[in-house]
């Protein structure tokens, strides 16, 4: 089985302010903190999802 990884990059408009809690989760990603584990396929994702 093979896995892949993707790799975003957000970037916010200067003149746009977010509130705390979307700076709070940008700084957690950027510090690797509060981040869901990593899954192997899609079924377990959807699993640990209850769907």
Avoid: C, H, P, W
């Avoid at 809690?21 to 990593?38: D, F, H, P, W």
Wanted: aromatic share 2%; hydrophobic share 35%; no cysteine.
């Amino acid at each position: 089985m093979s896995t892949s990884t993707v790799n975003l990059n957000i970037r916010m408009d200067k003149n746009l302010k977010a509130n705390k809690k979307t700076l709070k989760a940008i700084q957690n990603v950027e510090e690797g903190k509060s981040l869901s584990r990593k899954f192997n396929s899609v079924s377990e994702l959807m699993e640990d999802l209850n769907v």
